[in-house]
């Protein structure tokens, strides 16, 4: 490499990266990259502009803060982009010339001397060449820079810039201080402070930084691994998804070319089928006019002996011709053939064998829904409708082939479940059970065509209780109550069993109010609850006044006794569908679960608030429900007792409570709440949704509702201890 090539290399490396220039008053950021200090304050300046508090290195992105003064001018200069900027100015000339170091006249230097390590103009030179301790000293005339020259100029020693020591090279390092000072600084401004030779400290620097950049090149392996895979990935990426597409396209094409197969056999469906009725129609024409050849040739022969009105030869014809009449007359009419309707039924547009021809007499037009008070259904209630085929003369036709479809959407747009009956005489069942109140979209097709009466608009609404008759009263005789508090209900046996509080019985009535029997306990007791298999539990008081499980068959006979090993004072019970035992023990204000044979305590918990009193608890779907009266809300707890959250709070307003007592979750899946205090019923959604309440005249300030029970039938019983009865809705 010559000296021209060499400058040409120094001159890209001093090069600014932002204005492409050679760097002017060069600025390092730390990233280590460097700029003029004019080109990074006009990009800050840019940042500001857009109202950025940072800017990015235009090298490599890295982010920097900036400074809070107008300039980057404290940044730390570039000593190697200095150095590269004084050696570029001896080529280049101009105002930034070297400058002689020998003398005051500030003359532009021509030469270097390498051992005197300064710049000499043209005089200095020539007293430096005759001085005899000089004169032997290696120069070089700028202008006859050669490549070691250059690079000799480049790493020669560093000077001290402080004023008046400007001749001295920088030979000592502060250690104190952390920078390089000349022999005098070290006497001047750095007297007592650690110093160390320049080389000797630069030697455990550069260690240091050895080190440093191991580490660096260490991550930089890491990083292009990285990259190298991340590469491998895109690339497998890449090729895959050009797989992918490939095979998308050449599916499609499959697609395509059995579509076009499956468009050429169905053709030739098509075709038979126009054949066939083609060739039915052409054979009833021929019917049709082989008759009517007939009888205008009757009438030709009639009509001409007619109107030659020869007498004898009426009289000779007359009965030919008449008979001839009345034959034509008497024969059976060949009937009009009517074409079955042709329809084509797509299923999905892509799958070609989803798709259907039908040939059937069944018109869709003339087809019907019959209906019978379909604007208004019971949510979660089976409901059915009835579709009649018919031909195109009204009448009702049955064809094996035909496709009835039905859609019941919701107002969410999902599909209602639905099952089509096929009665196999034109008439199709259709039963369908809604899940959720609102309107419902009914859409009916026949052979891929809508009925005229389609669609139409279902309305869903709510189950409502409606009051049926009270029965019981104040007493003691049979069917009479003192307090009636907790109630039961057994589907099996279409039994309610009502605990008679202070007449110290359990009676046992039909869902009619009918008596059947009671249960004497000689103590008084507070709830009732069925098994699976009919016997009935009750909790029964003690005679050191605890209360006590015991367990009667259905008859009334006593079973045996449950252990209070688990439970102390069982206040109200309940019996979960797989024979598990819910009980709130007041003992400790604890719902406890009982193992079917209430042998084995299974869960334990409370509310979060352990000083509120649970006083009725149920069980569906994975989740407890607690009323407490006296917190007026209904706790939720999952299946293994952690709280979830609250129904209710207090109040008076849809979905508060006052006093909330007995529970009980209908086959609708509907939280019923007895609102004591409020003299009413309400019923909420299993997530807390408010839904609808009870109340009326039935119902008045003297009432004191406590317990109620639900049937599969559809009845929903209600005691209440101040009035003595039981209320039955329907």
């Known amino acids: 490499m010559d ?31 460097s700029f003029c200090l004019e080109c990074l304050d006009k990009h800050a300046n840019f940042a500001r502009r857009q109202l950025q508090a940072t800017i990015k290195c235009p090298v490599c992105q890295t982010s920097f803060q900036i400074p809070e003064g107008d300039s980057f001018k404290n940044l ?22 070297q400058k002689c ?16 390590q300064i710049f000499l103009c043209t005089s200095c030179f020539e007293a430096h060449q005759r001085l005899k301790t000089t004169r032997g000293h290696r120069n070089v005339v700028i202008e006859k820079l050669q490549v070691q020259d250059v690079q000799e100029l480049i790493h020669r020693p560093a000077m001290c810039s402080q004023q008046y ?46 080190d440093a950049l191991e580490k660096v090149k260490a991550e930089t392996v890491i990083y292009e691994n990285e990259i190298r895979k991340q590469t491998e990935l895109m690339d497998k990426t890449k090729n895959e998804i050009l797989s992918a597409e490939k095979k998308m396209a050449d599916a499609v094409e499959e697609r395509i070319r059995e ?9 030739v469906k098509f075709a038979e089928i126009y054949e066939a009725q083609q060739k039915h129609h052409a054979t009833q024409l021929e019917n049709f006019e082989l008759v009517l050849t007939q009888l205008q040739s009757c009438i030709e022969r009639g009509e001409s002996a007619l109107e030659r009105n020869v007498s004898a030869e009426i009289l000779q014809t007359y009965q030919i011709i008449v008979g001839r009449c009345e034959e034509l007359l008497n024969v059976t009419k060949p009937d009009l053939y009517k074409p079955p309707h042709v329809n084509y039924i797509v299923e999905n547009q892509l799958n070609p064998g989803l798709d259907l021809i039908v040939v059937s007499n069944t018109d869709p037009l003339l087809s019907l829904a019959e209906v019978d008070n379909q604007e208004l259904v019971r949510e979660k209630t089976v409901a059915n409708f009835i579709i009649v085929t018919r031909d195109s003369s009204g009448k009702q036709r049955y064809h094996e082939d035909d496709q009835v479809k039905v859609n019941i959407i919701t107002q969410a747009d999902d599909q209602l479940e639905t099952e089509v009956k096929d009665n196999k005489n034109g008439k199709y069942t259709v039963t369908y059970t809604p899940q959720c109140v609102g309107q419902h979209r009914v859409e009916i097709q026949v052979n891929g065509q809508p009925l005229t009466c ?33 109630i039961a209900v057994s589907d099996k046996s279409r039994t309610l069993a009502v605990a008679d509080l202070n007449n110290e019985r359990v009676q046992m009535f039909g869902f009619d109010g009918s008596f059947l029997r009671e249960i004497v306990l000689e103590t008084e007791t507070s709830s009732v609850a069925f098994t699976e298999s009919g016997d009935l539990l009750s909790n029964v008081e003690s005679d050191d006044n605890k209360l006590t499980l015991y367990l009667y068959t259905e008859g009334g006979q006593f079973n045996r006794y449950i252990s209070d090993e688990h439970v102390k004072e069982p206040w109200y019970i309940s019996v979960v569908s797989d024979g598990r035992i819910i009980i709130c023990d007041w003992h400790d204000n604890r719902i406890k679960v009982l193992s079917p044979d209430g042998k084995n305590l299974l869960q334990s918990f409370s509310a979060p608030d352990c000083d509120a009193v649970p006083l009725c608890a149920v069980y569906l779907q994975d989740k407890f429900f607690v009323s407490y009266p006296e917190a007026h809300r209904v706790n939720v707890f999952n299946n293994v007792g952690e709280y979830l959250y609250d129904i209710g709070s207090k109040g008076c307003d849809d979905g508060q ?74």
Request: charged content about 20%; hydrophobic content about 35%; aromatic content about 10%.
């Open 76 to 97: 730390p200069a570039s000593y190697h982009l200095n150095r590269l900027v004084d050696v570029l100015a001896l080529k280049d000339g101009g105002t930034q010339t």
């Open 165 to 210: 020591h400007e001749n001295q090279p920088l030979e000592f390092y502060c250690e104190e201080c952390k920078v390089l000072i000349c022999h005098k600084c070290s006497v001047v401004s750095h007297n007592r402070h650690t110093m160390t030779d320049t080389q000797k400290a630069a030697q455990v620097q550069k260690m240091q930084m050895k």
């Open 454 to 486: 389609s669609p139409w608009v279902l309305q869903v609404i709510q189950h409502q209780y409606q009051f049926a008759f009270q029965f019981g009263s104040e007493g003691k005789k049979q069917g009479q109550f003192n307090q009636p508090l907790g």
């Open 259 to 267: 579509l076009r197969e499956h468009e050429r056999v169905m053709k």
């Open 657 to 730: 409570f006052s006093y909330p007592t007995g529970l009980a979750i209908d086959k609708f899946n509907r939280l019923i709440v007895c609102d004591r205090d409020n003299d009413r019923l309400q019923l909420f959604t299993l997530d807390g949704k408010y839904v609808a309440k009870v109340a009326g005249s039935f119902f008045d300030h003297n009432s004191n509702l406590f317990g109620c029970a639900v049937s599969n039938t559809g009845h929903l019983f209600v005691t209440d201890n101040n009035k003595h009865c039981i209320y039955v809705f329907n």
């Open 101 to 116: 170091s020998s003398c005051d006249e500030n003359n532009t230097a021509s030469s270097y001397c390498f051992v005197c």
């Open 3 to 33: 000296v021209q090539q060499l400058f040409i290399v120094l001159k890209k490396e001093a090069e600014c990266p932002l204005c492409l220039e050679t760097v002017n008053n060069p600025k390092t950021l730390p990233c280590i990259h």
